[in-house]
Structures are given as structure tokens and as C-alpha cells.
């Protein structure tokens, strides 16, 4: 009849308490079972909420790794005094954080439209330009290749 352990008892003390075949079959599982060490990466958004000092202070001691900035949102002027606080923050707390700068990518946006429509159908082939033209759903030749084309809708960057 086995032995109960009390609860008390710590995790070496029961394993010593086993059977030689017991005390094996740990060794192999264990050499086996050990788990990598945690690379996960705390990142967060800093924006309106947590440009205060304190607040970035409070985020590096709960464990924020990384803090993104949306360079989509706000100025250069501002991206650059926050990361000087980011880093003043890290500074004072005495933990080394890292700065992810999400820059945007392009956006391109619909132009004039005749008639300030134009219903576009399944399968159909649509020219974006960046010349500044009225577009359309007709099919046309395209001026600059001269091959024919079904659609022509302007779109251009936003500045």
C-alpha cells in the first residue's frame, strides 16, 4: 500500500520518495519536457492615453518590451518628443525598451467621377490612373498604350 506525501511536502522531497523505475521515467520525461525559454515581446501603442511620463513609467514596470508609435497619426515634431520620453521613461524606470515606428503606406483615394457615380459589375477590369481625368465605367482606348480598356476611374495620393 502506497504512502500519501502530505501536502506540505516540496516537489524534491516526493521525488526522492519514489521508486528507483519512478526516480528514471522523471530523468528521460524531464530531459525531454523542458520548455524554451519565453521570448514573447510585450509591444503597445503609445498615443493620446499614454504620452504622460507616468503613464510610460507605469507601462515599462508592468513590462511593456516595445512601444509602437503609428507614424499615421500625428506630426514628426510630436513622434520625436514622444520618443524622447520613451526613452527619458525607460531611463528613470532602469529597463532598456525598444521604439517600432509603423510608418503608413500609400493612399490612394477616387477622384472625379462623371456624374459622381459609377457602378462597377463582377469581373470587371478598372484602370487607376494618377492623370487627372473624370472617370468612368465606358470602355475606351487608353491614350497612352492604345490598347482598349473597360473602365477608368482616377485615383491619386493623398498629400
Not at 512601444?67 to 532602469?94: C, M, W, Y
Amino acid at each position: 500500500m502506497a504512502t500519501a506525501t502530505p501536502i506540505s511536502a516540496s516537489p524534491a522531497s516526493v521525488i526522492e520518495t519514489q521508486p528507483p523505475a519512478v526516480l528514471e521515467m522523471v530523468k528521460k520525461v524531464s530531459s525531454i519536457a523542458t520548455l524554451p525559454e519565453v521570448t514573447s515581446k510585450i509591444i503597445a501603442t503609445v498615443g493620446p492615453a499614454s504620452w504622460d511620463p507616468s503613464v510610460l513609467e507605469q507601462m515599462i514596470a508592468a513590462g511593456t518590451d516595445v512601444f509602437r508609435l503609428n507614424f499615421s497619426h500625428a506630426g514628426p515634431d510630436k513622434q520625436a518628443e514622444t520618443i524622447a520620453k520613451v526613452r527619458a521613461a525607460s531611463e528613470r524606470v532602469g529597463r532598456e525598451v525598444a521604439v517600432l515606428g509603423d510608418l503608413p503606406g500609400p493612399k490612394l483615394r477616387i477622384g472625379e467621377l462623371r456624374d459622381d457615380f459609377a457602378e462597377l459589375e463582377t469581373g470587371m477590369h478598372v484602370t487607376l490612373t494618377p492623370s487627372e481625368i473624370e472617370g468612368d465605367r465606358e470602355k475606351d482606348i487608353d491614350n497612352a498604350s492604345g490598347h482598349r480598356r473597360s473602365g477608368r476611374l482616377q485615383a491619386f495620393k493623398k498629400e
